[in-house]
T-cell receptor, first 115, second 112 residues
Framework: AQSVAQPEDQVNVAEGNPLTVKCTYSVSGNPYLFWYVQYPNRGLQFLLKYITGDNLVKGSYGFEAEFNKSQTSFHLKKPSALVSDSALYFC?????????????FGRGTSLIVHP | NAGVTQTPKFRVLKTGQSMTLLCAQDMNHEYMYWYRQDPGMGLRLIHYSVGEGTTAKGEVPDGYNVSRLKKQNFLLGLESAAPSQTSVYFCASQGSGLRELFFGEGSRLTVL
């Protein structure tokens, strides 16, 4: 079985400050991990993914995420937040070892960046 | 390259009416999904398809039917709409391998 948790419904950060959106996962085997962003009244857009290799993954719009196997986490980060980063962020996981191709999504975290 | 296109974008139905949501993708993707998004519930998988002519149930399939007669199209049907089906519906497609999902812009359905 696979599951993902986003422990924060909302994250508030001031513009220019670093931001972190948390994600933890549970899989039987090896995980493939994804982050998506959803702007108001839009569909989800892919930001970045971890498949294998370097634990630090870089993605679109200056975002990056760090895979931590021991803590089963894949937190999304950005060094300097912009007001335009305000959106809903979803983490997703696939347990590739189990042969699953269907991702499980977290409930989403609303990021609010204050001017 | 349009990606994933959903029609209609908005629809209001009365309880008991039927309708079909159309999802079309032009990326030759094998896998297609229908999700619903409700406040505080995240994305919930309704039905999915792993190829032309195949469909399967997801997490919340009751009250919905799907068909995939052509590889590029995935239809979601509501035979007898209920107020509990008021939601925003998203279609997504996925290529084979380790690919991320590509989402449509959503279809907002209100059932009165």
């Amino acid at each position: 079985a696979q599951s993902v948790a986003q422990p924060e419904d909302q994250v508030n950060v001031a513009e220019g400050n670093p931001l972190t959106v948390k994600c933890t996962y549970s899989v039987s085997g090896n995980p493939y991990l994804f982050w998506y962003v959803q702007y108001p009244n839009r569909g989800l857009q892919f930001l970045l993914k971890y498949i294998t290799g370097d634990n630090l993954v870089k993605g679109s719009y200056g975002f990056e995420a760090e895979f931590n196997k021991s803590q089963t986490s894949f937190h999304l980060k950005k060094p300097s937040a912009l007001v335009s980063d305000s959106a809903l962020y979803f983490c997703a996981v696939r347990d590739v070892s189990g042969g699953s191709y269907i991702p499980t999504f977290g409930r989403g975290t609303s990021l609010i960046v204050h001017p | 390259n349009a990606g994933v296109t959903q029609t209609p974008k908005f629809r209001v139905l009365k309880t008991g009416q039927s309708m079909t949501l159309l999802c079309a993708q032009d990326m030759n993707h094998e896998y297609m999904y229908w999700y619903r998004q409700d406040p505080g519930m995240g994305l919930r998988l309704i039905h999915y398809s792993v190829g032309e002519g195949t469909t399967a149930k997801g997490e919340v399939p009751d009250g919905y039917n799907v068909s995939r007669l052509k590889k590029q199209n995935f239809l979601l049907g509501l035979e007898s709409a209920a107020p509990s089906q008021t939601s925003v519906y998203f279609c997504a497609s996925q290529g084979s391998g380790l690919r991320e999902l590509f989402f449509g812009e959503g279809s907002r359905l209100t059932v009165l």
